[in-house]
């Protein structure tokens, strides 16, 4: 697993976003045991200076940081907004968002590849937020991608992998591109099932931020990333649609 | 002169961005500038000046998923 050049040891990668307090945040992100956080940018006032207290936050914990362009549904805004990022936080990394639908969040493709190809002339490395579309796929990878992010559902609904097929075809038409599963995740079992079909990580932020104890889904997360891995790699058994007894058949007694 | 910072209609005497800055107090907080829609580094701040009714957009490091 390579993110332009860096391999991290985990396949979890979370958002740092809606959490009941900046404490309970720093305890979820170390219980995950991710390396890659998510921030974003918004208005500072200069009386209250936000921003200031949640970037010494982020700092100590000693993670990267992945800036995304959450909300804006045009080029022009996600391009300005990465500009931003990059200088802020000294990153050429873009979690590229180009929202094209406000109730589905969902990416409005065309933008994405454009902003993309700006983005990645100009030299930074772009994780774009997309679906599970081929074509699409193709067009973000020519623009200058080197890693995909389709959604496995809609940001914050937590439904899991909506389109499995989708997914499974984008793992098998791109076997060497880095692929991230990017929103959608409700629980390790979908967390696992990204991991199991063969999927790289996993980014999620909702599931764990909106838990009772986040810091305890964190840990469920990572489990969940650990054990979808574990047994991709172990090489799961073909589904069947009727049942194969798993007792040997041979050397039953006849007792009717 | 009039300027929209953040959405806000602010009465600011400066002549160029990094002074726009200063005047709103943002001392040495780490933010990002926009002028008009457009990206202004901060290297850039002190040469480019700023006319009434332009629009700053001045942000921070924020949480995000």
């Excluded at chain 1, 080197?146 to 791109?174: D, E, Q, T, Y």
């Excluded at chain 1, 172990?234 to 069947?240: D, E, F, L, N, V």
Aim: hydrophobic share 45%; aromatic share 6%.
């Amino acid at each position: 697993m390579d993110f332009y050049g860096f391999s991290p040891r985990s396949r979890l990668l979370l958002g740092t976003s809606q959490y009941p307090s900046p404490a309970v945040l720093a305890s979820a992100v170390r219980a995950s045991d991710c390396e890659i956080v998510t921030v974003s940018l918004r208005r500072e006032a200069a009386r209250l200076r936000e921003g200031q207290d949640f970037w010494r936050l982020i700092r100590e914990l000693g993670v990267r940081v992945l800036p995304n362009t959450a909300g804006c549904h045009s080029v022009k805004e996600a391009v300005t907004t990465a500009e931003m990022a990059r200088e802020i936080f000294a990153t050429p990394w873009i979690k590229l968002e180009v929202i094209g639908e406000a109730d589905t969040l969902q990416p409005d493709v065309f933008g994405l590849v454009e902003a993309a190809r700006i983005l990645s002339a100009d030299g930074f490395e772009v994780f774009p937020y997309t679906t599970e579309d081929l074509v699409v796929a193709e067009r973000l990878l020519e623009a200058g991608c080197k890693v995909l992010m389709p959604w496995g559902a809609p940001i914050g609904s937590g439904k899991g992998l909506n389109n499995l097929f989708g997914l499974r075809a984008m793992r098998a038409h791109f076997p060497e591109v880095p692929l991230i599963v990017d929103a959608g995740i409700g629980l390790p079992s979908h967390a696992a099932a990204a991991m199991e079909l063969g999927y790289d990580a996993v980014l999620l932020n909702t599931a764990v931020a909106k838990a009772g104890d986040p810091a305890a889904m964190a840990r469920a997360m990572r489990q969940g990333v650990e054990a979808g891995r574990a047994a991709f790699l172990a090489g799961p058994m073909p589904a069947r649609d009727m049942a194969a007894p798993s007792t040997p058949v041979l050397g039953k007694a006849h007792l009717s | 002169m009039t300027l929209i910072v953040n959405g806000e209609r602010r009465e600011i005497a400066a002549v160029n961005l990094a002074e726009a800055l200063r005047a709103l107090d943002y001392g040495d907080a780490i933010v990002a500038t926009a002028l008009n829609g457009d990206f202004v580094p901060a290297r850039k701040r002190e040469a480019t000046s700023i006319q009434p009714g332009d629009r700053i957009e001045i942000v921070s490091p924020r949480q995000g998923g």
